[in-house]
């Protein structure tokens, strides 16, 4: 079972979004081969499922979930993630570079 945890918010840096975490493991393959099967194994990445909104900024629950997915990272610059929290409504106290 995943471990429930507090995290800091991507958002607004501050404590207080419940979350459960999923260590990273260890996952095999098995796969058939001539000689019989061979297992190999990949490293599946420790996960965070949101579990709550951000008490502090107001940060939704599947925004906080987007980011830790990476999709924030990957779709929006930092000038796009900007504009994208002004939009929610949020107050901005981002410093820059601090998501
Ligand atoms: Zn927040």
Do not use: N
């Not at 107001?58 to 990272?73: N, P, S, T």
């Not at 929290?85 to 998501?99: D, N, Q, R, T, Y």
């Amino acid at each position: 079972m995943p471990a429930k945890t507090i995290i800091m918010c991507p958002f607004c840096s501050k404590e207080g979004v419940t979350a459960f975490h999923k260590p990273s493991y260890l996952q095999a393959h098995t796969s058939r081969i001539s000689a019989g099967a061979k297992t190999t194994y990949s490293r599946v990445p420790d996960k965070y499922l949101i579990q709550s909104d951000c008490p502090h900024c107001g940060a939704k629950q599947k925004d906080i979930q987007d980011w830790f997915d990476g999709k924030y990272k990957k779709k929006l610059s930092h000038e796009e993630r900007i504009e994208h929290l002004k939009k929610m409504g949020l107050p901005l106290v981002l410093k820059s570079g601090e998501i």
